[in-house]
């Protein structure tokens, strides 16, 4: 019973204090207009200076140029002496042999 009326009591101030701040007047705050030019200028200038800066900063890069269609390279790899492998690297103008990969699995195995 004794923590009914301790609720009780505690309700009853807290209403009275909500009645009091109702009385209290409001006072009107003016309303602050925001420039809206200045908003979008800032990330349009950040974003050119970026832009800018990736294309006069951006160094190119030396194109070779492809190889004549007419060209080819072979590229071989061929047991030494000592029994070292060692890659053989040609370049023709035309394919003269050719040789299936697999044909090594016909002759070894």
Do not use: C, H, Y
């Amino acid at each position: 019973m004794k923590r009914v009326e301790e609720d009780q009591d505690l309700r009853g101030f807290f209403d009275a204090m909500i009645e009091k701040d109702l009385d209290i007047p409001t006072p009107d705050f003016p309303e602050v207009k925001k420039p809206k030019t200045i908003s979008w200028w800032i990330p349009a200038g950040i974003a050119a200076s970026l832009a800018a800066g990736f294309f006069l900063f951006l160094e190119k890069e030396p194109v070779t140029p492809p190889a004549p269609i007419g060209e080819v390279i072979i590229i071989t790899l061929e047991e030494g002496p000592d029994q070292e492998l060692q890659f053989n690297i040609e370049e023709t103008t035309e394919m003269e042999i050719w040789e299936s990969p697999t044909a090594s699995l016909l002759t070894e195995f």
